[in-house]
């Protein structure tokens, strides 16, 4: 349709349904979405215009838009008390990569263990993974990288990217001075696919 209305600018909806073969009522809720994102403007008794906005455009101002909370996952958390081998099970029975390891009476953000952390521990010279403090294998607070529920979605892809890292913590900041957070959620690569995957497929922000 953005095609059609490009090339044959103005174009009416009866115009654009006959290009397209299908019913003026078929493309109503379509021609909607499209001047409601922007690419395409409608003038009443003229037809549609293009607005000169590209598809490519729209895609990334849709991604732009997008905040950490509007895609988080619910965190994965175990007490800084558990073993190695509680890692190992955690991860297992709720299928992610990583667990994020809490103050076990704050519940604050202490560390997080990955899987890689896990396997440096089982090749090590003691294979008892149930003797193993988990605070012993974690990846401590200091060396961590968050984001915070109101950061884009953009900003946070790029901390993954740079840091080579497979999910963030999302956190609620309760002291910035003594790095005291409060996990709020999680934010994976899968959450940033399913993300470009639903744009793609026009089920962003402006089409629900």
């Known amino acids: ?13 009866e115009k654009l349904a006959e290009k397209m073969h299908v019913t003026r009522a078929a493309l109503r809720a379509d021609l909607a979405v499209l001047v409601m994102s922007g690419l395409l403007d409608s003038r ?38 558990a073993n190695a081998y509680d890692a190992v099970v955690t991860m297992f029975l709720e299928d992610v990569g990583s667990v994020f390891i809490v103050e076990e009476k704050k519940s604050t953000l202490a560390g997080v263990v990955s899987r890689k952390d896990l396997l440096k ?52 900041i309760l002291s910035i001075k003594d790095r005291i957070y409060e996990i709020v959620g999680r934010l994976t690569k899968t959450n940033l696919t399913r993300l470009i995957v639903d744009l793609a497929e026009g089920r962003g922000r402006s089409s629900s």
């Open 1 to 13: 349709m953005v095609e059609i209305a490009k090339n044959e600018e103005p174009v009416t909806g």
């Open 44 to 81: 009443p008794k003229v037809g549609y215009f293009y607005t000169g906005k590209s598809l490519l455009s729209f895609f990334t101002d849709e991604l732009n838009s997008v905040l950490v909370k509007d895609i988080q996952s619910v965190p994965v958390v175990l007490a800084k008390t």
């Open 121 to 172: 521990a089982s090749l090590g010279p003691g294979d008892n993974l149930a003797k193993i403090p988990v605070q012993m294998v974690m990846t401590p607070l200091t060396k961590l990288i968050v984001t915070e529920p109101n950061e884009s979605v953009v900003t946070a892809a790029q901390k993954i990217i740079a840091n080579e890292i497979d999910a963030l913590p999302v956190v609620k």
